[in-house]
């Protein structure tokens, strides 16, 4: 009797192929926009330092979060927890000004924004960017050539589910004699990056670990 041909096991393979899919799709798709399941799977990414304070705060670039981390980084100046801000410079186009009648650039959007929130000018600090590629690595590298001798205890102002990788980042790439602490901007239901693919945090966390 002959022996059946390899396309007669496809039929079986193909129910298995799709109900491997439609868990996949359940798992990565459906259940992170379940409110209890994404707060669960968040809590592991979020490492925030309620009373954090120290020499200095770096805020991380954000795009559609920077104002949070913006905010958040202000009221620590205001609450007397960190003396000045360090900001990474970016000379792409942002918002339009109507007093100016041009485009600002993120960095001059920025200052504005900050000195809106009642930061002086002389409080904050600008890093000059550079090439580089993954970006917070990249941040922590810049902040590590700028950051003064002065400053032992860096807080890092970024989004909820950013703070366990960008703390990550910093501890890795700064010297062991500054110590980082990392700061939620917002609660993680409210910030901008609340509903950004947890998968994908997750992933470059574990790159992060190994490249770090």
């Known amino acids: 009797m002959p022996s059946p041909g390899p396309a007669s096991g496809r ?6 192929v799709l109900g491997w899919t439609l868990v996949a799709f359940l798992v990565f798709g459906v259940a992170p926009g379940v409110t209890p399941v994404r707060h669960a799977m968040s809590a592991p990414l979020i490492v925030h ?3 954090a304070r120290g020499d200095a705060a770096y ?5 559609l979060a920077s104002e949070e981390r913006l905010r958040a980084a202000a009221d620590l100046v205001h609450m007397g927890r960190v003396p ?6 970016d000379d792409h186009r942002s918002y339009h000004s109507f007093t100016e009648n041009r485009s600002l650039t993120r960095t001059e959007w920025t200052l504005a924004y ?11 600090h600008i890093i000059q960017d550079g090439p580089g590629t993954f970006g917070s690595l990249h941040e922590a590298d810049l902040v590590k050539a700028a ?4 400053v032992q205890r860096l807080v890092v102002v970024t989004s909820p ?28 239901s409210l910030s901008a990056e609340a509903f950004a693919p947890l998968w994908f ?3 470059k966390l574990a790159v992060y670990t190994v490249i770090a």
Request: proline share 8%; no cysteine; aromatic share 10%.
């Open 49 to 51: 330092d309620a009373e």
């Open 161 to 188: 589910v950013h703070t366990r990788r960008s703390g990550l980042a910093f501890r890795r790439r700064l010297p062991g004699t500054v110590a980082v602490t990392t700061y939620a901007a917002i609660d993680w």
């Open 147 to 150: 950051l003064p001798a002065t």
């Open 11 to 16: 039929p079986r393979r193909l129910p298995r």
């Open 59 to 63: 805020v991380m670039q954000g795009g």
């Open 201 to 203: 945090e997750y992933l």
């Open 114 to 124: 900050l000195a809106w929130l009642g930061i002086p000018r002389d409080r904050i």
């Open 84 to 89: 000045a801000l360090y900001i990474l410079s």
